[in-house]
């Protein structure tokens, strides 16, 4: 018999390649009619797809993450909720004071960001910062996990 983490693993990896196989097609779909001419917009029509992509894996985490939190131990629900909340917040501070920092009339003349994959658009330097601020998350998050298990683990 399968255990219950196999099983998750399992339909996890089919969905993901479903999910790719899906958009493999849609995109082939886009591209075909483009290139026939049927397809009027084709801008939009790859905006809406990676947006029901994006939204479709956004909620597949989410999913996986509640049966997943659901499936871990007591010790390990509270590490995890205790490190999101004060590392993911002592990060989100962090980068909060440096977005502060950055508006600052003198500081923000001298700043002078690169293109960001080609991009200069203020969109682009939107997402670099959002990317920036859920990395600060990220690591706070990593240091209050591992001192919250070390602490517990010296007995």
Known sequence: ??????RIFGRSMLAVIGLLALTFIGGGVIGSLEASGALVDAEAARFWLVFIFAGVVMVGAMAGGAVWMLSIDEAAQEAHKSAWYWGGSAGMAVGGVLMVIAMVEPVAATIDLPALMGRTDPVAYAAAG???????????????WTWWWLSRSRG
Request: aromatic share 14%; proline share 0%.
């Open 130 to 144: 959002a990317f920036a601020m859920l990395t600060l998350m990220l690591i706070g998050y990593g240091v209050v």
């Open 1 to 6: 018999m399968m255990s219950f983490k196999s």
